[in-house]
């Protein structure tokens, strides 16, 4: 492998979601410089990667930017990239391929990923709680609308920083912030995320979908959410040892959860 990625770490695992390209929110550009610098063993797309749903609703935005993303995952299958795919509710028409062994590439519905230190997470891409977060209705289609007004203020917002040569910052995730209704939402979800784990038995979750990273421990288990690649543009990896951490665009370590056990075996295993 030549470039950047060829003086990365290499990583036992990376986890994305929530890209969705086609859409005139996804910020292809970062997220297609960001695969350029991976080195890892396996990487998981954790649903949302393609916006079918935006580019059925919508007209489909898909420029050179797009192409790199599709290119530089291609890149990583060739150099021996195991690459794991967990449709989203944006993608929802691939859940059909679940089960099955795609050309370098395997579509599950979720999956258990085994840490170096043997912490077992659950992979999924966190839709699966909104019976249990969601209020529907129309406070929730008012909230749908006003999210994707808060995305277009976030997308010229930062073209204005950019021409100022500053760096990226949310908006979305600022404005979010300071809602107390988001808070309560997100907070519903990581419960429901916590209690699904805690209930198949295993260590802690990992997902995506709501669009707010995060890497805590509670209750002794491990929440993980890789954010995503419209508002944080952020990712999670699994480095030699074990150690969880969050990582941004540019990859800087945002907050990291340290091995349980020192490393017995650098061989990763199958995902469950």
């Known amino acids: 492998m030549k470039g950047p990625a060829a003086e990365a770490p290499l990583r036992r695992a990376v986890f994305v979601s929530d890209v969705h390209l086609g859409s005139k929110h996804c910020h292809a550009a970062e997220f297609a410089d960001f695969l350029a610098t991976v080195r890892c063993r396996r990487l998981y797309l954790v649903g949302d990667i393609v916006d079918l749903w935006w580019m059925a609703q919508r007209r489909a935005r898909w420029d050179a930017a797009h192409n790199r993303v599709i290119e530089q995952l ?115 979800f990581v419960q429901a995320g916590l209690d699904d784990a805690r209930r198949r038995g295993l260590d802690g979750i990992l997902c995506g979908h709501i669009h707010r990273a995060a890497l805590i421990q509670r209750e002794g288990l491990i929440y993980a959410n890789d954010g995503d690649w419209v508002e944080s543009l952020t990712a999670l990896s699994e480095e030699a040892d074990g150690t969880l951490c969050l990582l941004s665009h540019q990859g800087q370590v945002l907050s990291e959860i340290p091995p349980r056990l020192r490393l017995v075996s650098s061989q990763i295993p199958r995902a469950a």
């Open 74 to 188: 291609h890149a990583l299958a060739r150099a021996g990239t195991e690459l794991i795919y967990v449709p989203g509710n944006h993608d929802r028409p691939a859940r059909r391929f679940c089960g099955l062994m795609l050309p370098a590439m395997q579509v599950r519905r979720r999956a258990i990923h085994v840490t170096a230190d043997g912490r077992r997470l659950l992979v999924v891409h966190g839709d699966e709680y909104d019976g249990v977060t969601h209020f529907g209705g129309l406070q929730e289609r008012f909230g749908d609308w006003l999210y994707y007004r808060i995305l277009t203020g976030n997308r010229l917002t930062n073209r204005i920083r950019r021409l100022l040569g500053l760096r990226y910052w949310s908006l979305a995730e600022y404005l979010k912030r300071q809602s107390s209704a988001a808070e309560r939402y997100i907070e519903r």
